[in-house]
């Protein structure tokens, strides 16, 4: 009877990456639509866009217009004429200036490059937070499928080892049985209710987990999450596309961008700077209550600048910079190897993670087949209660490392394709 138990374990954790992948990708899917901490990082990637259009606007002509109203009391006297002249007028003015920046010795060059590497690195950052919120989800699933399936497995065998115990208390009234075999089967009942007391705790945690995670609680049929994506031949495969989509190292590589063209933008801030600039003015001319007319004036010119000192400030700026850069480039290169290591990392755990599964299943078939056996032979005297105790421990541990393995795969392959920046 055991062993049809198991078995029927076995093929309901067979069919745990297949059933229903479609209801864990729906459920991941709602997580990534409505975590408020993605949502940050989406507001986050539009604003530095729209400092990226702000930046270029500096290359485009700038237009303004300018007005004037107001009024103005005059007293004209001419010396060696008695009296005085007294008037009061209200002139009207407006101008419209167009500056175009013409050369700038890279700074506003530099101050857009910032922006667009400051924006792709937003963007990657929210790629960056997404892969990562699909690993926490797919292991906060998992979590709750393992614990739920480690409980189920405490509680029968919690209701195996109360059943040998009875049967050992009949045994005992029989004359069969002694006190010793009565005891043990009590410790052993002992431990396994501390033991479905544990798994209560441990599936308590994970629901609560994943709660936090998706605001709701888990679903009876939830499953073991599926690799979205296939798995890497081999290693370097796997380490080729991290090293070319891992979001990670992106982030780093605008980050050392942004701060190369931050040095561009500050050197020039003081070389030449030239702009074209063209006015138009109107203002109505009245002097004295006598209309002389309306007076307008246009204006061209090229004006250019170059700050030859400033107490240092500009060069200070531009040192600061470099070293701006040099630190981001350094970073790049730690990045660069941390994805590297992480990669081996999560490829050897994937690697580690298939073979224990097999294992596993080895274990458990054979510790399935080991239980059935010492009962047959304890039935008919060639086995002790005590043998028959520790065959069930031993299925038990079997069926539950079996379970805990294929959770540890489920993750294993996410945070692989992690690494490779997949997800």
Do not use: C
Request: charged content about 25%; cysteine-free.
């Amino acid at each position: 009877m055991r062993l049809r138990n198991f078995t029927a374990i076995v093929a309901l954790l067979g069919t745990l990456g297949t059933a229903h992948a479609t209801d864990t990708s729906t459920l991941l899917r709602e997580l990534v639509q409505e975590n408020p901490a993605l949502a940050a990082s989406n507001r986050e990637a539009e604003a530095a866009q729209a400092d990226l259009w702000a930046a270029r606007g500096s290359r485009l002509p700038q237009l303004r217009i300018e007005g004037s109203a107001s009024t103005l009391e005059e007293t004209l006297r001419v010396n060696g004429v008695p009296g005085s002249l007294t008037g009061t007028r209200e002139p009207l003015g407006a101008t419209a200036v167009v500056e175009q920046a013409l050369f700038t010795s890279g700074r506003i060059g530099g101050s857009v490059g910032v922006a667009r590497a400051q924006a792709r690195g937003a963007k990657l950052s929210v790629d960056q937070a997404r892969q990562d919120l699909l690993v926490q989800g797919a292991a906060a699933i998992a979590d709750v499928v393992r614990d739920r399936s480690v409980l189920a497995e405490r509680r029968r065998n919690e209701e195996t080892v109360g059943s040998r115990l009875a049967e050992s208390v009949a045994r005992r009234k029989a004359g069969l049985a002694t006190n010793t075999d009565v005891q043990q089967s009590e410790a052993r009942l002992a431990q396994a209710e501390a033991e479905r007391i544990a798994a209560q705790g441990a599936l308590l945690r994970s629901e609560a987990a994943f709660l936090r995670l998706f605001d709701k609680r888990p679903t009876d049929d939830l499953l073991l999450p599926t690799s979205p994506a296939a798995m890497p031949d081999n290693l370097q495969v796997a380490l080729d596309q991290a090293l070319a989509n891992n979001p990670d190292l992106g982030v780093s590589e605008q980050q050392a961008e942004a701060a190369r063209q931050g040095v561009k933008q500050a050197r020039g801030a003081y070389l030449p700077q030239v702009s074209l600039n063209a006015s138009a003015g109107y203002i109505d001319n009245e002097r004295f209550g006598i209309d002389l007319g309306q007076a307008e004036q246009y204006t061209l010119s090229v004006q250019g600048s170059w700050a030859l000192f400033d107490g240092g400030s500009s060069f200070a700026r531009t040192r600061a910079a470099k070293r701006r850069r040099d630190a981001a480039t350094s970073g790049l290169e730690q990045a660069r190897r941390l994805v590297r290591e992480q990669t081996i990392g999560a490829w050897t755990n994937m690697l580690a993670s298939r073979s224990a599964v097999r294992a596993r299943e080895a274990q458990a078939v054979a510790a399935a087949s080991a239980a059935e056996g010492v009962s047959a032979e304890f039935r008919s005297g060639r086995r002790t209660r005590l043998d028959v105790l520790d065959a069930d421990r031993e299925r038990t541990n079997a069926d539950v490392a079996l379970i805990a393995a294929r959770r540890d795969l489920a993750v294993a392959e996410y945070s692989l394709l992690r690494a490779m920046g997949q997800l």
